[in-house]
């Protein structure tokens, strides 16, 4: 089974028609089973999308913004199913991003979704504000109940919205699915670097999460940002930044035998197609039908 995650930075990269082609083709090669992906944009002006153009869409519980033409998922759904990758999918508009766009995440699975969810993880839930926090979870079908989340943190440091305090309140919610025998992921940008102690991800670990890069037999470095990028630039670790981060992460919440974890979409192999690089993770199991 194939896992992925990625922050596409979608509407507002620099040429993000082009990029958007060439991670189409990385996905048609790759086949990810489920397919995390964050800062998934579409411009608030745009026109509503017909209903006809939203195949294997699955509307998020609760939501009243429509999908529009220019939405970066609904473009995606679309070029891989005219290529024969279907998949089913949701989009959570979280906030306002920008100044222009309905900003939100997006989660894509090959495998049957039988339930979709969403929960508001920051204290803010104002639309206008660009630091309201939601994640989106998919529970696919199967004789075993695995749910997978989309997640998009925030900062350590933030005196508002800090990450400890979204941490608080999206790990109590994961723990009433553990404890209904849930096996349980969360996919996605959590802006905590890897080797910063007493931060961001000491904290989700403390918590009992597995980190699947540790788990992996074979693993490259995973970094997932090269340099410095938005909300970066301004903090204490700015610096740090620029040798390099590993922000993006796939948490399992139970052990799982992971085969390779590998860094996507990063200029080596595969073209940039962001200001993050992907993760993808391929485990021994099989998805379930």
Not at 121 to 131: L, P
Not at 139 to 160: A, F, I
Not at 258 to 271: A, E, F, H, T, Y
Request: glycine share 8%; charged share 25%.
């Amino acid at each position: 089974m194939k896992i992925m995650t990625m922050n596409t930075h979608s509407l507002a990269e620099p040429d993000f028609e082009q990029k958007r082609e060439q991670f189409v083709q990385v996905l048609l090669r790759e086949r990810p089973d489920i397919l995390a992906l964050q800062e998934v944009n579409q411009t608030m002006t745009a026109p509503a999308a017909g209903s006809g153009s939203s195949s294997g869409y699955l509307p998020c519980p609760g939501v009243s913004v429509p999908l529009r033409e220019d939405n970066y998922a609904l473009w995606l759904a679309e070029r891989l199913s005219a290529e024969g990758l279907s998949c089913q999918w949701s989009w959570l508009p979280a906030k306002i991003g920008y100044d222009r766009y309905d900003e939100g995440m997006a989660l894509f699975s090959r495998v049957p979704v039988a339930e979709v969810e969403v929960c508001r993880i920051s204290q803010a839930d104002d639309y206008h504000n660009w630091k309201t926090r939601k994640i989106l979870g998919i529970r696919t079908e199967g004789p075993d109940t695995v749910w997978y989340y989309c997640v998009h943190m925030g900062w350590w440091d933030d005196n508002e919205e800090s990450f400890e305090s979204q941490w608080r309140v999206l790990n109590r919610h994961m723990e009433e699915k553990k404890a209904a025998g849930a096996r349980v992921w969360l996919l996605g940008d959590f802006n905590s670097p890897s080797d910063v102690r007493d931060q961001g991800y000491d904290c989700v670990m403390k918590d009992g999460w597995l980190d699947t890069y540790d788990l992996a037999e074979e693993k490259d470095s995973g970094i997932t940002v090269g340099h410095v990028i938005d909300g970066w630039r301004e903090r204490p670790s700015g610096e740090e930044a620029q040798k390099g981060m590993r922000l993006d992460y796939l948490f399992c919440s139970e052990p799982v035998q992971v085969l390779r974890s590998r860094v996507m979409c990063s200029g080596i192999r595969d073209p940039q197609v962001s200001d993050h690089y992907g993760v993808m993770i391929e485990t021994r199991e099989a998805h379930q039908k």
